[in-house]
């Protein structure tokens, strides 16, 4: 990469990694102030970082901000930062391990080039700059309301104020082309370049694209499994009872072995026995200042139970009224379905036909629609919640987030599937819907940012190009700078998380009465790879990269749609004509051996759960055999020492009191 | 205690601590080489104690074996045992932490004359004889075929050749005394000691009986609402839904507030964020000698597979064929059953009333022998499975006698519930079942090995009084070493656990249809403080402390108990003429609602183990904090080192780059 071990001196060459944005109005007096902590010594409490002012683009028009500045670092303060945030990288003896200054030289490649990617420096950069805390400033110089207090992180209190407007880090032209090449550009099908998007974009989104794509290989055998169905079986609802039987199994094992998988990639990626850093409150928490009982620094604290009544008393009412509304909207669509089917019984024409499938459309347009009202409405009480962790937001969040795309999303196939017990309006409610809403999305998600950017990148070149004649269409820095500033941010892999979610929700809870759903996810999915591969490459400022080790609380949801799963597809078992051929005389007989069997499969997905684990037995042994030697390593540092001020029996050589 | 701080130097004074059996005819050559071992220092490989041989009673029968040992060590040593064993202890600032030589003034209390409790100095001494390693020996002395090889733990190979008979923890008269003045030799009814059990016998037990205590007190709710359904509606059946759905909270709930307090004891007691020392094969294990990938030390290997193997063809099966005839064995006294009502229906005096007791007990007795007999089978079976570590054995043991115990003790009464609806002899059956088994337990618990002690005890006083003329009873130490080792042996908390899961799901079962069945088991576990705590303090050896941090597997096993408790409570519930009569004209609408219930409150238990902390708030900060600290003193070292190795930027003050 750029940072060669040569650089070893301060200021050497530098080398642009992370954009700070200040607002165009920031006073001089704050800028200096700024900069000036940025590029302290670390033990006057500085970040010890370069920066540089972005000079004017090529067309310095009236409207450009002048306030961008281009942050990097020396290649002695990335190692020492790589050491802060407690990077792992490969060891000489192929074992994944902490990275520290003083056994720098231990570690595979440390000499190479290619030591630290471009994202990780990046990632060290953010870090810094958001750990670089004030020491005796009341208050940001010239802004008296932006109060400081000692170890206040600056960066949260600028972008908390506005004087902050975005902190981003720089594309990499040459590997952003040999990336999206080997991503989606090439014809030939292939696996993803899980490693090159890691390298490139971190492990966070690495493991949203590995999960993507494990998802669409494990459909593969539902997909064919369904097609037959499909062609052969085209008007008999009766025969999903293997289907439904085979739903259970699949999507418990999937989940399983999903997890095995997602801790080999963390581990070779260096983030399965990473440790968190301790968490800061996020940007937008506020309270009155008082000691933090952990750090015993001063912050803000926000009493719990305040929290907890808004919680209880505010967010959970309005979450039931918006489920209250969403059960209103599908009566509404099962009143226009009623009557479509009415006008159509009256006088059955072609256009009666279409008519037909009128009202689900609509319906699954205003579930989009009201899936996204939703969310701002859910990120606006969740903000005013006021979580003093990033985690904790995200998790009140999700959980909103989810139950009620959820109901939003399935009440109408549950009510169409055992109250209405009518398969067939089912099977078509669920083709409309799942054919609607991946339409809406792929054209949300990618068509309509990269066609808003490309307006914009267009104009940006033209007025380049009307300056200056360019042979090639290559930007100068100044200018790409400004173009990425311009571009949309991509906001996290929450929505794309959501997305598959309810995509496994259609497949795993109702595909045995529409085996082709499955069929219809695996092409999504397929193109949803390439829409945002695309997006992440063209549409998007490139975001920092993010440790995960895992896919965090998407893993709970897909767990408890899988437990969902179980108990709909008994309940569809049931109600089926063979299952009711067994029991003749009576309902209630079926009913308690459905229940039964529904009781035992249960109880078999959690000892399974509890039986397979979740980490492969080679990694378990690697990470058992490092914690080992640091336990020896440990033991044997004590022993010296013990021996050393313990008492005078020193002995010319210290033999190990056991072979390590 | 024992150990001042002024015996800092070697070999002191010396106080017996441990006590090491050897058979009788070991050779000398093996006994000179063991106490050499024992006896060298710690850089040499040895174990740095001190270790005495016993002389022999004062009365010196031919039956004495003379190859009992005692161990102590010194001061010293023991501070350093400390550390290696990763003990937890109050330090200056009221946290707990890792005990360390290097910061042992810092502690709360080193000073004093009680730092190390003995039971802490007995577990220290204990480990450090279980990880004495063999260096270049290849067999025991004079053993040819106790083979060795470099990192054999040479007390498990002793132990496994039969050498070694066994290594117990010394009493200590004095504290005992007071400790079972405090425990149950007092009149008044108050707490248990629990600190000062844990004093005497560590972690792992004193948290048995903190469980057994909170059970009580958590049982006496269910017991004072119990009374009064027994006074007031002796034979209305009817009116248990109010009581099932109590139930239904009730196992919830007490199961995680459980979990609250636990964690509370074992911060306190510095178990709670005690690192797992690593773990060491079991002595019965054996295999080909081959490397430890994790160790890379030489060690037995035994297939994976083969184990496997062993557990699915042989003890699966063996298991499965144990249920069959235990179900076989519970149709039988249905039989005995329904001749004793046929007889007593044919001619009704008081004789055949009393008859009708005699198959409910006789089911009771067999089913205890049943238990019994299988817990030595599967003791026998896990051993021939051949796992490498005690907690792999330990986990397998309790699985299969939990299965076995469950289907045993509460198969009769599903039966009854379920199939023969017969809520009148589900109501005596448990009754009979209840007070038979625990009387029974409670005779073979304390009882019998009280009174076999006690003739042990008299022969043994008898003995001495006949040579000697004792003023006092006191035994001089030979003779009490002599007594205490053929004192019976402690075998752990296991039968204890057991008892109680049984005593759990009595209670959360079925107690609905007997609300009687939570007074009786209020009242046998007062009695079962009592004979428990008489045990420990004069029926058993004294056992080594086990730094517990909770009840482990045993919070799993009544999870899981709770679970079926729901389920039960339902089906009990839905049984019910009260239920029926809200649905009269079908039996299918009221299943199904059943069902949902069901569904729902299973979910509520899962969402609420989900949202209430397992660790209480004050010590989740407590926590945090210590591991905050030790983050920043990391970074604070490194800053340090960095600054120093880096480059040469030195300033005269180096000031801490922001306030910790």
Redesign the interface.
Known sequence: MLHEPSGD??GSKFTPLVVVELASDTKEEAIAWLLDRIRD?????GAELLVEQLSPGVVASEKENPNMFLVGASW?RLL?GA??VGLFKEFSDGSMRGF???TKNSFKDFKGDDFLSMAECQYIIKHELD?L?AKDETHVPGYTHAKLY??KSIVRRLQSKGILVQIFPLHEKEELKRLSFSWYKKIKLSLQPLDDIRHYYGEGLALYFGFLEYFTFALVPMALIGVPYYLFDWEDYDKYVVFAAFNLVWCTVILEVWKRNSASLAYGWGTLSRKK??EEPRPGFHGVLGFN?????EEPLYPNAKRQLRIYLVSLPFVLLCLYLSLYVMMIYFQMEGWALSIHDENPTFWTDILLFIPSIIYAVVIEVMNLIYRYAAEFLTEWENHRLESSYQNHLVLKVLVFNFVNCFASLFYIAFVMQDMMLLRQSLATLLITSQILNQFMEAFLPYWLQRRRNKKMIRRVQKRKLLEDKELPLANQVRLEADMSTYLGTFDDYLELFLLFGYVSLFSCVYPLAAVLVVLNNITEVYSDAFKMCRVFKRPFSDPASNIGVWQLALEAMSVIAI?TNCALIGMSPQAKAYFPES??QL??WI?AVE?GLLALKFILTFLIPDVPKHIQ?KL??L??ES?EAL?KK??T???K???K?H?GS??P????
């Open positions: 001196s301060y010594k670390q033990q006057n409490g002695q020492s050491e802060d520290t200054c003083a750990t805390r000692p170890g850093a301790f009982p952990v750090t015993g620094r108990v309902d209630t009913i308690l229940a009781h042994i058992s055999r914690e080992f336990l033991k004590d022993m020492n013990g021996t001020q313990g008492n029996q002995h210290v033999t009191p056991h072979r390590a």
